[in-house]
């Protein structure tokens, strides 16, 4: 039997749709690179934005017509698009033949004849690595409700894995060639609370952070409130944690962040951004922005602008307000902010992101430059410092392996440069 796997979303739906595969694996089937041929097509679907569902629903049009043309395969949707109740999905895609929400394996496995529950957490079965890094989930769900987000309704409550659970994940890709592991959670700094004895985010970096052949640990994305002087410590400290955070901010006013109930002020926010910066001053700054959310005024938009230009980001994941049925803000608050209103807004911030991270990547040149290099395509290797920064390079190296890079050419996007030869061992 075949099966081929479609994702689209956020990292855990990455690390997800690689879990379920190693288990398909480990029950003999094979992958296929595509729906053509496959025996089981599961569809791994976002929610966030209107956009990513109308992805799935094309990809659904295009298995039925492979179906009507004859292929016997069964068709599974799982991801955030699948909510505790089913029945309107069904009604809508009579032809899917199982509906299975984040991470809730069984009811595939079963399309497969396989009886295996899996569970969540599913600690029997790791994915196979295809490379030198990894995604690990370590907390699940989302506990905060935000007024304009679908996740806490698809992907449930926080739930963490144990550090013993989450160190055998870690051993066994790094056994299998893995240097580097990014830690998952919608609230990273969430990781924990639900646990006896109640270790924290910082707990679980000390507990991996001699897993043989580990590189580096990264971690994302981050609750502005969650956020710790002792897990921001740890990072201070552990010599294999990137320093590099993902703390989105969302909105810059007051206002819109009550709106948003984000749960915290902008002046809390700006605690934690001085936190961070205090502590480890040359830290990566990475955050998301709505624009366009229910009532933003012109002057609300200016105070978003203005935070992005104080605060300097490495990198600012922006996107439009798309109200999601179900979430607070769809049920209460009128989406307001016209189309083309929400467009400019969104291109006016990605201008303005183009130009910080053009200046942020300039101070780099000739600057040297540790990255983790991932692979070689087009005569050219590639990897990222510990900033995170995308580096492409020429020279001697090696996949897996650190190199030191003199940076000769920078843009918003990438940097360039040369490998510098290793040191010669005395
Ligand atoms: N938990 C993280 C946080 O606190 O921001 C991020 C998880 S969320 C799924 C990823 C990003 O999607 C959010 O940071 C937000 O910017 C964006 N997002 C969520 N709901 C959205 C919506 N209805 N419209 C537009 N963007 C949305
Ligand atoms: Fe969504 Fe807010 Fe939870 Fe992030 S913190 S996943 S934006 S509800």
């Given at each position: 039997m075949k099966y081929h796997i479609w994702t689209v979303g956020c990292q855990m739906n990455v690390a997800d749709s690689r879990k379920l595969a190693a288990g398909l694996d480990r029950a003999g089937l094979s992958a296929s690179?595509?729906?053509?041929?496959?025996?089981l097509v599961v569809l791994n679907t976002c929610s966030v934005r209107e956009h990513a569902e109308d992805r799935a629903i094309g990809q659904l049009g295009r298995l039925k017509r492979l179906r009507d043309r004859g292929q016997t395969m069964k068709i599974a949707v799982m991801g955030?698009?699948?909510?505790?109740?089913?029945d309107e999905l069904q009604r809508r895609?009579?032809?899917?033949?199982a509906f299975a929400r984040p991470q809730d394996f069984a009811p595939i496995m079963a399309l497969a004849g396989?009886?295996?529950?899996?569970?969540?957490?599913?600690?029997s079965t790791f994915a196979q690595p295809d490379g030198v890094t990894a995604y690990v989930p370590v907390v699940h769900g989302c506990?905060?409700?935000?007024?304009?987000?679908?996740v806490p309704y698809r992907r449930g409550r926080e739930r963490s894995r144990t550090i013993a659970d989450i160190r055998n994940e870690v051993e066994h890709y790094c056994a299998r060639g893995v240097r580097e592991v990014t830690l998952l959670g919608?609230?990273?700094?969430?990781?924990?609370?639900?646990?006896?004895?109640?270790?924290d985010l910082g707990d679980l970096m000390r507990a991996i952070h001699?897993?043989?052949?580990?590189e580096r640990i990264r971690f994302l994305t981050s609750y502005p409130k969650d956020m710790t002087p002792r897990i921001v410590d740890a990072v201070a400290e552990?010599?294999?944690?990137?320093?590099s955070f993902y703390i989105?901010?969302?909105?810059?006013?007051g206002a819109v962040l009550d709106r948003m109930r984000r749960g915290y002020t902008l002046a809390e926010y700006l605690e934690t951004f001085d936190m961070v910066r205090a502590r480890l001053p040359h830290a990566a700054m990475v955050t998301d922005i709505i624009v366009g959310?229910?009532?933003?005024t012109e002057a609300e938009f200016r105070a978003t602008y203005e935070l992005l230009e104080r605060l300097r980001f490495d990198k600012v994941h922006v996107a439009a307000y798309s109200p999601r049925p179900g979430t607070i803000a769809h049920r209460t608050?009128?989406?307001?902010?016209p189309e083309a209103v929400k467009l400019e807004r969104l291109h006016a911030i990605e201008q303005l992101e183009a130009r910080i991270s053009t200046e942020i990547n300039r101070a780099l040149l000739d600057t040297q430059q540790e990255v983790l290099v991932e692979s070689r395509r087009d005569g050219r290797w590639n990897g990222r410092n510990r900033a995170g920064k995308l580096i492409h390079f020429e020279g001697e190296a090696e996949v897996g392996r650190l190199a030191t890079v003199r940076i000769e050419h920078a843009t918003a996007w990438s940097l360039q440069g040369t490998a510098l030869p290793a040191p010669v061992p005395a």
């Amino acid at each position: 039997m075949k099966y081929h796997i479609w994702t689209v979303g956020c990292q855990m739906n990455v690390a997800d749709s690689r879990k379920l595969a190693a288990g398909l694996d480990r029950a003999g089937l094979s992958a296929s690179a595509g729906p053509e041929g496959a025996d089981l097509v599961v569809l791994n679907t976002c929610s966030v934005r209107e956009h990513a569902e109308d992805r799935a629903i094309g990809q659904l049009g295009r298995l039925k017509r492979l179906r009507d043309r004859g292929q016997t395969m069964k068709i599974a949707v799982m991801g955030c698009m699948v909510g505790p109740r089913d029945d309107e999905l069904q009604r809508r895609f009579p032809y899917v033949d199982a509906f299975a929400r984040p991470q809730d394996f069984a009811p595939i496995m079963a399309l497969a004849g396989i009886d295996d529950a899996g569970g969540e957490f599913w600690p029997s079965t790791f994915a196979q690595p295809d490379g030198v890094t990894a995604y690990v989930p370590v907390v699940h769900g989302c506990d905060k409700f935000c007024t304009y987000c679908i996740v806490p309704y698809r992907r449930g409550r926080e739930r963490s894995r144990t550090i013993a659970d989450i160190r055998n994940e870690v051993e066994h890709y790094c056994a299998r060639g893995v240097r580097e592991v990014t830690l998952l959670g919608q609230t990273v700094e969430a990781y924990g609370h639900d646990l006896p004895d109640a270790p924290d985010l910082g707990d679980l970096m000390r507990a991996i952070h001699d897993v043989g052949g580990l590189e580096r640990i990264r971690f994302l994305t981050s609750y502005p409130k969650d956020m710790t002087p002792r897990i921001v410590d740890a990072v201070a400290e552990l010599p294999k944690v990137c320093e590099s955070f993902y703390i989105p901010v969302q909105a810059g006013h007051g206002a819109v962040l009550d709106r948003m109930r984000r749960g915290y002020t902008l002046a809390e926010y700006l605690e934690t951004f001085d936190m961070v910066r205090a502590r480890l001053p040359h830290a990566a700054m990475v955050t998301d922005i709505i624009v366009g959310f229910c009532g933003e005024t012109e002057a609300e938009f200016r105070a978003t602008y203005e935070l992005l230009e104080r605060l300097r980001f490495d990198k600012v994941h922006v996107a439009a307000y798309s109200p999601r049925p179900g979430t607070i803000a769809h049920r209460t608050m009128a989406d307001d902010v016209p189309e083309a209103v929400k467009l400019e807004r969104l291109h006016a911030i990605e201008q303005l992101e183009a130009r910080i991270s053009t200046e942020i990547n300039r101070a780099l040149l000739d600057t040297q430059q540790e990255v983790l290099v991932e692979s070689r395509r087009d005569g050219r290797w590639n990897g990222r410092n510990r900033a995170g920064k995308l580096i492409h390079f020429e020279g001697e190296a090696e996949v897996g392996r650190l190199a030191t890079v003199r940076i000769e050419h920078a843009t918003a996007w990438s940097l360039q440069g040369t490998a510098l030869p290793a040191p010669v061992p005395a």
